[in-house]
Each structure stands twice: as structure tokens, then as C-alpha cells.
């Protein structure tokens, strides 16, 4: 995976990423919805066979796969993000997903990684449109998935479980659609 776009380079993940990809996830308001994350990444270490995996998959166009990818500043090749998407099996839908360094917040990297991401899977699938999910509680992201062209269908309350990384009781479902050619 390569996508260029204005200011990034979206890539694989690389070995080389584990000790930034460590620090983010330990980051006061990624941790806050990501702690599923963190909780199971106790060093950088631990991230070895999940960057090896992602390496095996890197020539996989199945989006029912969950795979992430390394954003990157043109020119710098430092991790600031992870934008990515995969099969969720709690709607049955195909999910995206992203994250982002809390010193790169706020610049609008992950709204382009998102809407460079998005366009490439609609570039190698049939999928009408990809989700996202997003805490009531996280307001950022909720911007980001705006500014992306998402549009919010409904807030949800899970019933008979909790979603994970759930901060509140409910959740925005959105959905944004392959554009008509």
C-alpha cells in the first residue's frame, strides 16, 4: 500500500513504527477510546508479529480484513496516525478506522488519511459505502468523520453487550457512499 495525497504518505506499517504506534496508543485522549488497545500492548515488543501480519497482508485488497496503515508526513517518514478499515462484526458492515498522534491533532491529517483510504477501497472493491463508528463521547472524531463527507445516520445504544472502547452509552453510526461515476 502507497497513497499519496497533498501533505501524506499512507503506507504499511513497518517495524520501525512499534515504538511510535506504543506511544500513541498510550496517549491520554487516544487511550480514553482505544483502551482495548493499550491494555494489550504493554511494550512496543508486543507489537512485532502485529506489524509481521500486516506485512503478510500488504498486497490484500479484501477490506473484510482488518489491516491498518502507517500515515506519514511527505518527507518525514515518522508514524503520526493509523487510518485503516475491516470487517465489524457487531453491525456487519465494513468499518474504517483511525487514530492520531495528540501532536498532530487538529491539522486535518486524519480527515485527508480518511478520505484517501476511503477512495482507494471504493478503488478495489464493489462495497457501496464504508462505516464508521464513533463514541457519542468523542467529539474530535465525530469532526473528523464530517469532514470526510460521513454522514451520521443515527446515534445507537448497544442492548445486550458493550461496544469496546465505549466511553458512553451509545454511539454514532455513519456511512459515507461511493460516489456515482
Not at 502507517?70 to 474504517?96: P, S, W, Y
Request: hydrophobic share 35%.
Amino acid at each position: 500500500m502507497h497513497i499519496e495525497t497533498p501533505r501524506l504518505i499512507i503506507r504499511d506499517l513497518e517495524q520501525k513504527d512499534k515504538e511510535q504506534i506504543f506511544k500513541i496508543v498510550w496517549q491520554k485522549n487516544v487511550v480514553r477510546f482505544m483502551h482495548d488497545w493499550s491494555e494489550n500492548i504493554p511494550d512496543a515488543e508486543s507489537l512485532t508479529g502485529y506489524v509481521d501480519w500486516h506485512q503478510s497482508q500488504k498486497d490484500s485488497t479484501d477490506l473484510y480484513e482488518s489491516k491498518r496503515y502507517a500515515i506519514t508526513i511527505k518527507g518525514k517518514d515518522r508514524l503520526i496516525g493509523c487510518v485503516g478499515f475491516g470487517f465489524e462484526d457487531t453491525v456487519n458492515e465494513v468499518e474504517m478506522a483511525y487514530f492520531m498522534d495528540e501532536d498532530f491533532q487538529g491539522r486535518g491529517y486524519a480527515t485527508e488519511a480518511l478520505c484517501a483510504l476511503f477512495d482507494w477501497c471504493m478503488s478495489v472493491s464493489s462495497l457501496p459505502y464504508l462505516i464508521l463508528t464513533i463514541d457519542a463521547a468523542n467529539t474530535a472524531s465525530q469532526r473528523v468523520a464530517e469532514k470526510a463527507g460521513f454522514e451520521c445516520f443515527e446515534e445507537r445504544r448497544p442492548i445486550s453487550h458493550q461496544q469496546p472502547n465505549m466511553v458512553s452509552p451509545t454511539y454514532f453510526y455513519y456511512r459515507k457512499y461511493r460516489k456515482n461515476d
